[in-house]
């Protein structure tokens, strides 16, 4: 028996694997488990102080460049300040409105 895929470039190979791929994730649905996270008040504000929960510029312009999306963007300057501009995606939530919204969701 003949192999049907010999006569393929490496390039049609590849192209059919990602097509497979592509179809194999709309099946698989989302990957993460649940749609709520949630974290105590106090560490998230011990990680705002440490600075330990932030990203330079850059890091988050190689995120958004790379098309990565395994990341929760808040934006917690005031609503005017958003609304002027902001990333695309981003959710605006005002610092003193976290804990608010932790206890209503």
Avoid: C
């Avoid at 610092?95 to 209503?104: K, M, P, Q, V």
Wanted: hydrophobic residues 40%; aromatic residues 8%.
């Amino acid at each position: 028996m003949k192999n049907p895929f010999a006569n393929l470039t490496w390039t049609q190979k590849a192209a059919g694997i990602t097509l497979l791929l592509g179809v194999g994730a709309l099946f698989l649905g989302n990957p993460y488990k649940g749609e709520r996270v949630t974290m105590n008040m106090q560490d998230l504000a011990l990680m705002v102080q440490d600075k330990s929960d932030h990203v330079t510029v850059q890091e988050l312009a190689d995120w958004l460049i790379q098309g990565k999306v395994d990341f929760h963007l808040i934006d917690v300057r005031t609503a005017e300040e958003y609304n002027e501009y902001h990333i695309p995606n981003a959710e605006n939530i005002s610092i003193t409105d976290l804990d608010d919204r932790r206890h209503s969701a």
